[in-house]
């Protein structure tokens, strides 16, 4: 998980938002999503990857900001931030392909373990940036 938050965040949005020391100024943040759905620097890498049933798979967040790896029924729903809801969807409350009570907050620097076990695809958003998805082929 990446992203390229400022320490801008920290005054938009409260302080502790971001621990990085540069980046994306938070105007220029709400700027892209405004005008593509999106923040490029905001993205889980790779975008899918291949795993054994039974393997656990490790996800680091190397961002600034806190971020999840939450399984989803299907992509194109919205996330836990009803802002960032409104300005993607246009509403605060777009459908959710998720348990909004089941999300686990990884905080910069940390990281989630999980081990798929049903063999299959399995999608993953960050439910606070829903456009950070990830695919999880589980042979």
């Known amino acids: 998980m990446s992203d390229a938050c400022s320490p801008s965040f920290n005054e938009a949005i409260e302080p502790g938002t971001c621990t990085r020391r540069g980046g994306t100024p938070f105007d220029v943040f709400i700027g892209?999503?405004?005008?593509?759905?999106?923040?490029?620097?905001?993205?889980n890498s790779p975008p899918q990857v291949n795993v054994d049933a039974g393997d656990s798979l490790t996800v680091e967040n190397r961002?600034?900001?806190?971020?999840?790896?939450?399984?989803?029924?299907?992509?194109?729903?919205?996330?836990?931030?009803?802002?960032?809801?409104?300005?993607?969807?246009?509403?605060?409350?777009?459908?959710?392909?998720?348990?909004?009570?089941?999300?686990?907050?990884?905080?910069?620097?940390?990281?989630?373990?999980?081990?798929?076990?049903?063999?299959?695809?399995?999608?993953?958003?960050?439910?606070i940036h829903p456009w950070m998805e990830d695919t999880v082929v589980v042979r």
Do not use: K
């Not at 892209?32 to 993205?43: I, S, T």
């Not at 960032?84 to 409350?93: A, K, P, W, Y």
């Open 32 to 43: 892209q999503l405004q005008r593509n759905g999106f923040a490029g620097a905001w993205h």
């Open 63 to 127: 961002g600034g900001e806190t971020h999840t790896f939450t399984e989803v029924s299907q992509f194109g729903g919205g996330g836990i931030v009803p802002v960032l809801n409104e300005i993607l969807f246009g509403t605060q409350n777009p459908p959710l392909f998720f348990d909004p009570n089941d999300v686990t907050l990884v905080p910069p620097g940390g990281e989630e373990t999980i081990t798929p076990s049903t063999p299959g695809t399995h999608l993953f958003i960050c439910a």
